[in-house]
T-cell receptor, first 113, second 105 residues
């Protein structure tokens, strides 16, 4: 079974550019989560979806961040415009349902210069 | 929100030693997971353990939900056990700050 797939694995961009991160959850999983990891703040939830519907986006830092899940097998996290403080590792995770075991993708390391 | 505290923050062991990592949480939870983040940054599932005890090889975990803590036991540690161990709770995971484990040969 393929695990959670994220792309790209690494992204380097200049301040002000649009960045799109992609995630394919494990087939059959109904819940999808986006997390961010930084040295200062550790691992923190950005947003999660259940059955493609956003349930909690209280962790999204500001309006520059947006996330979509157009179907059960694909989600995007977009940052527009990007800033140096957005530099972090962004993880996507999926689970069969709410409050069940989550499985993480390999992460996307984003560097904004 | 729920607070998650892990201890100790850092742990240095010789190969073959045993260790216990602790996770305290401030409210009742319906989900608790332990992860190992390896030196390449990958988050590896160790246990999904909202309550009770589980074992997997040299690792075992116990969660006492009524007392709001969980323990991760590592026996006969190996250098490959090095990395950061995270406890995370609740449906949308709230992570502790982790325990950084270094095992030397």
């Amino acid at each position: 079974d393929a695990g959670v797939i994220q792309s790209p694995r690494h992204e380097v961009t200049e301040m002000g550019q649009e960045v799109t991160l992609r995630c394919k959850p494990i087939s059959g999983h109904n819940s999808l989560f986006w997390y961010r990891q930084t040295m200062m703040r550790g691992l923190e939830l950005l947003i999660y979806f259940n059955n493609n519907v956003p349930i909690d986006d209280s962790g999204m830092p500001e309006d520059r961040f947006s996330a979509k899940m157009p179907n059960a097998s694909f989600s995007t996290l977009k940052i527009q415009p990007s800033e140096p403080r957005d530099s972090a590792v962004y993880f996507c995770a999926s689970s069969p349902g709410p409050a069940s075991e989550q499985y993480f993708g390999p992460g996307t390391r984003l560097t904004v210069t | 929100g729920i607070q998650v505290e892990q201890s100790p923050p850092d742990l240095i062991l010789q190969e073959g030693a045993n260790s216990t990592l602790r996770c305290n949480f401030s409210d009742s939870v319906n989900n608790l997971q332990w992860f190992h983040q390896n030196p390449w940054g990958q988050l590896i599932n160790l246990f999904y353990i909202p309550s009770g005890t589980k074992q997997n090889g040299r690792l075992s975990a116990t969660t006492v939900a009524t007392e709001r803590y969980s323990l991760l036991y590592i026996s006969s540690s190996q250098t490959t056990d090095s990395g950061v161990y995270f406890c995370a709770v609740d449906a949308a995971l709230i992570f502790g700050k982790g325990t950084t484990l270094s095992v030397s040969s």
